[in-house]
């Protein structure tokens, strides 16, 4: 019973959660209103109160949601003992990163236009950890001249900063270009000798 109560849940959650996303790529979040919500839901307003305040916390619910299925599929660098293999990981980080956001461009765009980054504001974060936990790594297998945090912090920004372009700019470089770029990037980054101590 509790189960079957459980999968309910989940169900209603997932489909509030669908919804929101669908309208908010139709118009701001402030001109949808809880009944469109329910009406593309297929729940009643009862039942979205009874999880959701509102639906700017079901739009963070939404948010987070995302933010884990990204964390869960973000590799671990524990097993890195050489800069290939360092180098093997950034390139599956960045995939995740990079298929994510091409099956949720619009809905990115459609947050940004809102006035809200949070989307934005994860895939940085989880770059940032990921990396971060990446040069640790490679600090061991050959020491770093800068600080961890300082080197981190030039390689995920970067990184960030191109694919904000790229989703705000999808004329300017495609997904095949963007792609290269940092196939190139993975294949030459590890081997710069400033990174290193002599």
Same mark, same amino acid.
């Given at each position: ?59 963070? +619910?939404?948010?987070?949601?995302? *933010? #884990?299925? /990204?964390? !869960?599929?973000?590799? @671990?660098? =524990? &097993? ?18 990079? +298929?994510?956001?091409?099956?949720? *461009? #619009?809905? /990115?765009? !459609?947050?940004?236009? @809102?006035? =809200? &980054? ?81």
């Amino acid at each position: 019973m509790d189960y079957k109560e459980d999968l309910r849940i989940q169900k209603t959650r997932r489909d509030l959660r669908n919804a929101i996303i669908e309208l908010i790529k139709e118009k701001p979040i402030e001109k949808i209103s809880v009944t469109e919500i329910c009406d593309k839901a297929m729940v009643n307003r009862m039942t979205f109160y009874k999880y959701y305040e509102d639906k700017f916390t079901l739009l963070d +619910d939404t948010v987070n949601e995302i *933010k #884990d299925n /990204i964390e !869960a599929k973000a590799p @671990n660098p =524990d &097993y890195i003992t050489t800069i290939e293999e360092a180098s093997g990981f950034f390139a599956k980080l960045i995939k995740i990163v990079l +298929d994510f956001l091409e099956g949720n *461009k #619009d809905l /990115i765009i !459609a947050v940004q236009k @809102n006035g =809200d &980054y949070k989307l934005l504001d994860i895939i940085t974060y989880i770059s940032e950890s990921a990396i971060t936990e990446l040069l640790t790594q490679i600090d061991k297998i050959r020491p770093l001249k800068y600080s961890i945090p300082l080197t981190s912090s030039f390689i995920y920004g970067g990184c960030v900063s191109t694919i904000g372009y790229w989703i705000n700019h999808p004329e300017a470089i495609d997904t095949n270009q963007l792609m290269t770029l940092i196939e190139d990037i993975k294949n030459n980054l590890f081997s710069l000798d400033f990174l290193f101590k002599k």
